[in-house]
């Protein structure tokens, strides 16, 4: 039997466990640092004073439907019947003090018709016109990567990379449009762009071929929250003979003579024949640092934005305004230190029980470590007196939870996947039966980290 130890058990090393148990003669040891499987999918009950509690994701709610594997691994451990999509699908922005709805037919903010763009009033009558102007040049294709800010404000103008493009997928990321990279974070984009000519228009024509069913829900979500599926990996892989041990750290990775590779543990050691590293890259850079130092000085220049996230539950009684979208982003610009809040309560059926609405809160990115800063209480009231100017709510909520995500999000600047490729080369070269997946490298959203793990599971002991 071959021994394969991954180690990470965030949604990545978990689906390439499953992966690796389909493959007979392997034996598979999964571990964690963590008390907990999952990393960073996590949920709690939050008590309300009626003594009610509710059972609310702390990060993740849901997972993208376009790219397929979450579902479809979902669909192999036989989670079909936990499938919900959203109540309320559209989104709005805060602009100019209001809230106004996001246009349709965009791609990530970017325009494939005009007039719905000018229809929500986002833009104003010269930014528009800005905008309008991209389809008239002879744009050449992008020579390498680029910033997604400097890429759209050279096409469209400032205003719709400030007003709809940034909230949008600086929300996302928690990042920033203007050192985001073009390639790695907007491959749709990045990819259209590839042939010259207007950005719109090659959208255009991509949506014109491409013709999506009717209703096809964007998102996926789990009824009992998004660790539901963790629960159902852990239980699988322990069902299929898979070793996982919690509360153990791997500090090192090292060769052996016989062509093993040694882990040092915080508890013992751990020889196997292959090790996928799931963890976030500082983490693999710290084990890598002996064998493969050029590896763990690339890894090293991936950096992080931390966040923070606070859920909000309000009798709803006590809510005058409407809340008809999915939740809001807040541009930069506005001077909030909110950055989106999501209308839980609204856009999923099953919180909401109609007596409450639920509201979780985004501050942090990039640019404002205030995320991980400021206190408890300073975080709650600064993102409260936000939701009077956004909202207009001024009653003070039912129950309040903080959830901080320190170094949540890998930024992927300007040159990563050129990163991401050449720290693979030189991994490869020094330890081939070592292999890298996860949230910092090809995507980090929960299919993209699906997909990663199970490809590198495949690979390793399939190769
Ligand atoms: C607030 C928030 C909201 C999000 N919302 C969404 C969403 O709605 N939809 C979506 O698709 N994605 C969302 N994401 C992104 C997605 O949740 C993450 O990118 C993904 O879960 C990361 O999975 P991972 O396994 O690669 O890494 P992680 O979840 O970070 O797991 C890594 C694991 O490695 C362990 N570890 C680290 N170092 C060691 C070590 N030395 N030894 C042993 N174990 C170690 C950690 O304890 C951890 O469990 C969100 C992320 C955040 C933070």
């Known amino acids: ?65 376009r790219v397929p594997d979450a579902v479809q691994l979902c669909t192999e451990l036989g989670l079909e019947s936990e499938f919900t ?25 970017v325009p494939v018709d005009f007039e719905p763009l000018a229809a929500s009033g986002l833009l104003s009558d010269a930014g528009m016109e800005r905008a309008r102007s991209e389809v008239d040049s002879n744009w050449s294709a992008p020579t390498g990567d680029v910033s997604i800010g400097a890429f759209l404000t050279q096409r469209y103008g400032r205003e719709l990379v400030d007003h709809v493009v940034g909230p949008l997928i600086g929300g996302i990321n928690a990042g920033d449009v203007d050192t985001l990279s073009l390639q790695a974070v907007t491959p749709q984009l990045f990819d259209a762009a590839a042939g010259g000519g207007s950005l719109t228009l090659a959208l255009r024509k991509q949506a014109q071929r491409a013709a999506p069913l009717p209703n096809e829900p964007v998102f996926t979500a789990l009824l009992g929250g998004t660790t539901v599926l963790v629960e159902a990996l852990h239980d699988a892989l322990e069902a299929r003979g898979v070793r996982i041990v919690t509360e153990t750290e791997a500090v090192s990775c090292a060769l052996s003579g016989q062509d093993k590779i040694i882990t040092e543990l915080t508890a013992g050691s751990f020889t196997a024949d292959e090790v996928l590293i799931c963890t976030p890259a500082p ?9 493969s130092p050029e590896t763990s000085a690339q890894l090293e220049q991936i950096t992080y934005s931390s966040v923070a996230l606070l859920t909000f539950v309000f009798d709803r009684a006590a809510v005058a305004c409407e809340l008809p ?50 206190t408890d209480q300073e975080l709650a009231d600064g993102l409260l007196r936000d939701l009077a100017t956004t909202l207009g709510i001024t009653e003070a909520p039912l129950a309040t939870r903080v959830s901080r995500w320190p170094n949540g999000f890998a930024q992927y600047r300007v040159g990563h996947l050129e990163l991401v490729d050449s720290l ?40």
Do not use: N
Not at 30 to 54: C, E, F, Y
Not at 344 to 369: E, I, N, Q
């Open 424 to 463: 693979e080369r030189s991994l490869s070269r020094d330890c081939p039966k070592i292999m890298l997946a996860g949230a910092s490298y090809r995507g980090l959203g929960i299919p993209a980290c699906i997909r990663q793990g199970r490809s590198a599971a495949a690979r390793l002991v399939d190769g």
């Open 325 to 374: 979208a999915s939740g809001f982003l807040v541009p930069r610009t506005a001077g909030l230190l909110m950055t989106a809040a999501s209308v839980g309560s609204t856009k999923w059926a099953h919180w909401d029980d109609g007596r409450h609405v639920v509201l979780r809160v985004s501050a942090g990115h990039d640019r404002d470590p205030r995320g991980v800063e400021l």
């Open 283 to 291: 983490s693999a850079a710290h084990l890598l640092g002996r064998i």
């Open 1 to 65: 039997m071959s021994q394969l130890l991954i180690i990470g058990g965030g949604i990545t090393g978990l689906a390439a466990a499953w992966e690796a148990v389909q493959f007979p003669r392997v034996e598979v040891t999964l571990i964690d640092a963590q008390p907990r499987l999952g990393g960073k999918i996590l949920g709690s009950a939050m008590a309300l004073p009626d003594g009610q509690t509710m059972m609310l994701d702390e990060g993740a709610d849901a997972f993208l439907c």
């Open 85 to 109: 999509h959203p109540a309320v699908g559209r989104a709005q922005v805060f602009v100019g003090g209001e809230l106004r709805f996001l246009p349709t037919d965009t791609v990530l903010g």
